[in-house]
């Protein structure tokens, strides 16, 4: 195993460790347009994407995300750039690994692949398997310490992410779902429940497992989603990166409700639940990583 991802290991048992914030928002702010890919500014602005990086560890970030949540052929296809899956992941792992240096992990980003899988879908597991393998085989050759599975719904395709990361020799994979309130609960856009969900990855080898995102949960649901994480974990350590409240559109704008302040307040709620790993998704800002690192310091 890469010394750094066997220090990663250890030191996760020592200590809570901080996450980074969102990319995409961030991009975008640098005038990525929405909807555009940014993983194509892995090639055609990198300077952007190491500012992105840059921030997050001067934030306070233990863990830099690589800017490849869009990296499956599948994705970069809907781009008409399915043939640059290698070189853009790439890419965005050597900027990250540049900016980490000795002082952060990097975690090379996995989102879905953006369709169904078959039965309920008509994309074959085999395809969807190796473009997943192909992100993680160039994730790892660039620099990632673990690779990050993450924004998932389905838990067939989520095991699938996690086997191919195994398989590319990944020395430790995270893989977290995105959640949403329902009458019966917390359950993926699939219908699963965290115990069902937490149970598919483990079983496919993911040794951290988690929740990001979630448009409709607040801190609130988050804090009673951990738990449930963490009794579905079975002792592996848990990562809970919610987004900055729910996005609303304000004058033609995506907005995000919580202020840097109220998101970092809810850092240590998530560690007496019992996660191990906190940071932020969509609408999380460096200041956002920032005000959660001097909590969590503090
Ligand atoms: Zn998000």
Redesign the pocket.
């Known amino acids: 195993m890469n010394p750094r991802t066997a220090a990663l290991g250890q030191e996760l048992s020592k200590r809570p460790l901080l996450g980074d914030g969102?990319t995409g928002t961030q991009l975008q702010a640098m005038g990525l347009a929405p909807g555009a890919c940014g993983e194509l500014w892995n090639t055609e602005h990198p300077d952007r994407v190491r500012r992105v990086n840059q921030l997050y560890l001067e934030a306070g970030s233990d863990l830099l995300t690589t800017n490849t949540f869009g990296g499956t052929s599948f994705v970069l296809e809907s781009h008409g750039v399915a043939g640059r899956g290698r070189e853009l992941n790439l890419a965005g792992a050597r900027l990250a690994r540049e900016i980490a240096g000795d002082r952060a992990w990097v975690l090379g980003d996995i989102g879905p692949f953006g369709g169904m899988l078959e039965p309920l879908g008509e994309t074959p597991s085999e395809a969807v398997a190796a473009a997943f393998r192909e992100q993680a085989e160039a994730l790892i050759e660039g620099g990632a310490d673990a690779i990050l599975v993450e924004?998932m719904s389905d838990p067939a395709e989520a095991a699938l992410a996690v086997r191919a990361a195994k398989g590319a020799g990944a020395g430790l994979v995270l893989a977290t779902y995105t959640f949403q309130k329902t009458a019966v609960g917390y359950r993926t856009m699939m219908g699963t429940n965290a115990g069902d969900a937490v149970a598919a990855v483990i079983a496919a080898g993911a040794e951290v497992v988690g929740a990001?995102?979630g448009t409709e949960l607040s801190l609130e649901d988050y804090e009673r989603l951990t738990a449930e994480l963490v009794a579905a974990a079975a002792g592996r350590p848990v990562i809970v990166q919610p987004?900055a409240g729910a996005p609303r559109l304000v004058e033609g704008r995506i907005c995000y409700a919580e202020s840097a302040g109220e998101f970092a307040a809810a850092a240590p709620r998530f560690l007496l639940a019992g996660a191990r790993l906190v940071g932020g998704?969509?609408g999380s800002t460096p200041a956002h990583i920032a005000a959660m690192a001097a909590i969590l310091k503090s």
């Open positions: 969102a924004t990001n995102c987004n998704c969509c």
